[in-house]
């Protein structure tokens, strides 16, 4: 076979992308197999490690609450260093493009809804709006964006009780796009510095200058300024600069739903340190299946239209995401992991899958191949299901992503461990 | 008589009768409609809506105005027209609902019903998605047609009267199509019915750019190939791009006739356009209906992805050694649909002699026919900036590409020379550049 690797990893999001990493460390060559564009562009770009367990959180020490997860976490099987290990991973990716690496401790990063997010690492476009700072805070939206109201967002950062004032507003952007404009069209507008309409800020030359002389005169004594998340996307650092500049006090970024400009730009920090360390990749087809020998897989294929191509390798990583991610599939009939076939213990009436409180502990969310310690999945019997196959992120069972907070930490962490275990075997 | 000599009469007939482009059953893309969880991660991938402010995105021209249409006969909106076609929003989407087809769809309901048939813009439309024909008659007399399509006035009247824009060189013809050539050559030089390829070589590199056509043949016998030439005519690709589904059907039966022909002589299809295997991969299945159609998709790879599935082309690429310019390698978008946007760029990690760098996942914005619109012709600049930006911060002072349109507009944006793949690949394996 002619398309061969050392390691092949299976999914392309943040657990797929740090193993790639992590193995590429170990001297393997490393082909990185994704269906899709990075799932990153779906996520806020914020990374948290552990928020909540449970009723308790939201935690100021994600490490000192570890203890006390099941043992059937993520966390608990590969272990405290490997989280370690998987955020440095992170830091060394991102660069100080990224803040809160100097601390263990969480950060609370207010979102475009108006909620706050307990998390390890944020863009450092978030770092002034943060929740735990007291100075007093100016939000502002525009006409036209549906997925920010700032006044409604403020009313109910003060309702969750941060201890600063804050007000929203809402402008009207200084170029007229059309109702249901695109972010990437106001970022594109502030990167370029784009000409403003006359009859929305007659005296000025460019959008960033406007904008700010628009918002300057309802600052009223903010001490900051939260914009969604589309001040510029290529030039973010120069747009935010400019605008701090002729407003005089810092700008900051709120975190968005998907999808968001921080996930993409996360997205492509991730892609050049792939690129830097050798890792190939191949996207825009899904694996679809897999032949093995004495228990090992030893191909892959992907599907494009009905046409296969053969992928060899001697490793194998599984990093394709969970049920949002369609790494995990169900039916009426049962859950399953549909490239390998990985057994998933689930109950065997569909109604015990889901409890009847939606925001309740909800079995499915926690649904998920189990690993043994060296995170290669189990069958019903306890056995391996390959020797040389090994899950990261959120294909794994044992952790809630959404209620926990823990999403991109197992993913960095799993994605991690098993990279470089995969790589070392080489 | 080659293909070529029979074609000029199929575009320039006006008395088609346009067909009902999907016989049969009505096609029911209500599934993939379903499938949109509404997370517009399309929109935001769409190179068209960050700079164009008249266009609602991908998810209103797909999901959205489908569901719409459901209602009753609710006319097609005309923004449809300004998608580029560069099918992005098909990568992008995590719920796999198959965009690009319900524009296309769209598209071409929109042509069919609410089109004037003798408005400037469809008969402007028409013209450019026929590139093949203008190629043939142009290819008759090419150092007349080379003259006179950049002749200043004839281009300021064509801006003028037809809406095609007068800031873009005309690509150049060449004085021998590559058909010629083959056939100059005695067609294939090895036989061998274990190992059999059917170029698609389309039009661009049979009319325009032989060297890239020549490279590809230079190749495949290096490695024992035997080489099959099908007759064949457009793959579609600016018939999609402009609503003519009837025209595209009707070059596409022709196709899949011969294609599915060479096929069942024990070959593989193989092009080096980018847009022609796009088409023959995805646009073919999903859009039409014709016997063996299936087949020759599943059958169809790009020139460089086949050589590497089926051979040791890494080995053979680090044995070899060019004398080239450093290069900015931009990937087409289409190229990224079928998962080939990173091939070049790895493979040429590993030779001697060049140095290929990948300028990023921007979209070069001319797609094809879309950026020779006069009133496309800014925006499609403008989506290109980002690219030009990126070649020029590069080290290359020369540029690489698959698609013979994103090879024009990185020459027109930067000056830079584009060379094809195949082309570098011919010299690391012969050593020679020339044919």
Redesign the interface.
């Known amino acids: 076979m002619?398309?061969r690797e050392d390691v092949l990893v299976v999914g392309g999001g943040l657990a797929g992308m740090s193993a790639a990493l992590s193995a590429a460390e170990t001297g393997a060559t490393v082909r990185l197999l994704s269906h899709?564009?990075s799932?990153l562009?779906?996520a806020s770009g914020l990374v948290d490690c552990l928020g909540y367990s449970g009723d308790d959180g939201p935690f100021a020490d994600p490490y000192a609450a570890m203890d006390d997860l099941p043992d059937d976490h993520p966390y608990r099987i590969v272990g405290e260093s490997a989280v370690r290990e998987g955020f440095d991973r992170f830091d060394s990716v991102v660069g100080d493009s990224y803040r809160g690496g100097h601390t263990d401790v969480n950060a609370l990063i207010p979102t475009q809804a108006g909620t706050i997010k307990p998390t390890a690492r944020y863009p450092a476009s978030m770092a002034a709006g943060l929740a735990s700072d007291t100075r007093s805070t100016l939000l502002v939206g525009f006409e036209g964006l549906s997925d920010f109201d700032a006044p409604l967002a403020a009313d109910r950062l003060a309702a969750a009780g941060v201890p600063f004032d804050v007000r929203g507003v809402t402008l009207r952007f200084p170029k007229?796009?059309?109702a249901?404009?695109?972010?990437?069209?106001y970022a594109?507008a502030l990167d370029r510095d784009e000409e403003p309409d006359k009859d929305r800020a007659p005296r000025f030359d460019g959008v960033r200058r406007a904008l700010a002389e628009l918002v300057r005169p309802k600052l009223d004594g903010a001490e900051r300024v939260g914009f969604p998340s589309l001040i510029g996307d290529?030039r973010n650092d120069e747009v935010r600069d400019d605008l701090e500049e002729r407003l005089g006090v810092p700008a900051f970024e709120l975190a968005a739903s998907?999808?968001s400009?921080p996930g993409?730009r996360l997205e492509?920090r991730f892609l050049a340190a792939l690129?830097e360390a050798?890792v190939?990749?191949?996207?825009?087809?899904p694996v679809v299946d897999y032949e093995s020998a004495d228990g090992a897989i030893t191909t892959v294929y992907?599907d494009?239209?009905?046409?296969r191509?053969?992928y060899g390798a001697d490793q194998v990583v599984l990093a394709t995401g969970g049920l949002v991610?369609?790494g995990i599939g169900s039916s009426r009939e049962s859950v399953r992991e549909p490239v390998f076939d990985c057994h998933i213990p689930h109950p065997e009436d569909r109604y015990d899958w889901s409890a009847t409180d939606a925001f309740g502990d909800q079995p499915f969310a926690r649904f998920g191949v189990v690993p043994d310690d060296d995170l290669r999945p189990l069958d019903a019997a306890g056995e391996t299901e390959f020797s040389n196959l090994r899950a990261a992120g959120s294909v794994l069972g044992g952790a809630d992503f959404a209620a926990q907070k823990c999403g991109s930490g197992v993913s960095l962490a799993t994605g991690h461990v098993a990279g470089e275990r995969a790589g070392a075997l080489i | 008589m080659s293909d070529a000599d029979t074609t000029p009469t199929d575009a320039s007939d006006e008395s088609f009768e346009p067909v009902d482009v999907f016989s049969g059953e009505p096609m029911d893309l209500r599934p993939g409609a379903d499938d949109c969880y509404k997370c517009t991660t399309c929109d935001t991938s769409c190179p068209v809506a960050e700079v164009d402010d008249d266009f609602p995105g991908p998810k209103f021209q797909g999901p959205e105005q489908w569901r719409l249409k459901r209602k009753g006969d609710d006319d097609i909106d005309p923004s449809i027209n300004a998608c580029s076609n560069c099918m992005r929003c098909d990568n992008a989407c995590p719920s796999s609902v198959p965009l690009s087809q319900m524009h296309n769809e769209a598209r071409g309901a929109f042509v069919e019903r609410q089109m004037e048939k003798l408005s400037t813009e469809y008969i402007r439309n028409r013209i450019l998605a026929n590139y093949h024909t203008s190629a043939w008659f142009a290819s008759k007399l090419p150092r007349v047609a080379n003259f006179a399509m950049n002749f200043g006035p004839a281009r300021w009247a064509m801006e003028k009267t037809l809406g095609v824009t007068a800031e873009r060189e005309f690509p150049a013809f060449a004085g021998q199509t590559f058909r010629e050539w083959w056939a100059e050559r005695g067609g294939a030089h090895v036989e061998n019915p274990d190992k059999r390829v059917a170029y698609f070589h389309g039009c661009y590199s049979n009319y325009n750019t032989p060297e890239v056509a020549k490279a590809l043949v230079h190749v495949y016998e290096h490695f024992g190939y035997e080489i099959l030439v099908p007759p064949q005519k457009c793959s579609g690709t600016p018939m999609f791009a402009n609503g003519m589904l009837t025209d595209a059907r009707r070059h596409a039966r022709t196709n899949v006739e011969e294609l599915a022909a060479a096929i069942d002589d024990g070959a593989d299809v193989i092009a080096s356009c980018t847009s022609c295997s796009m088409a023959l991969r995805q646009e073919y299945p999903e859009l039409f209906d014709i016997t063996d159609i299936e087949t020759v998709a599943q059958n169809t790879y790009e020139g460089l992805e086949y050589l590497r599935i089926n051979e040791d082309l890494r080995g053979a690429v680090e044995e070899g050694e060019v004398d080239m310019p450093d290069m900015a390698y931009h990937a087409p978008c289409h190229a990224r649909n079928q998962g080939l946007d990173r091939q070049a760029v790895e493979l040429f990690r590993d030779l001697d002699g060049v140095d290929v760098e990948d300028v990023g996942p921007s979209c070069s914005g001319i797609s094809g026919t879309y950026g020779w619109k006069e009133e496309k012709y800014d925006k499609s600049m403008e989506i290109g900036e980002e690219m030009f930006e990126h070649m020029e911060a590069g080290a290359g002072e020369e540029g690489m590409t698959e698609c013979p349109t994103c090879a024009m507009q990185m020459e027109h944006g930067t000056g830079y020379e584009i060379t094809h793949p195949l082309e570098v690949l011919r010299e690391a394996l012969t050593g020679t550049s020339a044919s």
Do not use: E, W, Y
């Open positions: 002619a398309i899709k564009k799932t562009r779906h007229k796009f059309r249901d404009a695109k972010l990437t069209r594109r290529d998907p999808p400009l993409v492509s690129d050798g190939r990749r191949t996207t825009g087809n992907t494009n239209n009905g046409q191509v053969p991610g369609k």
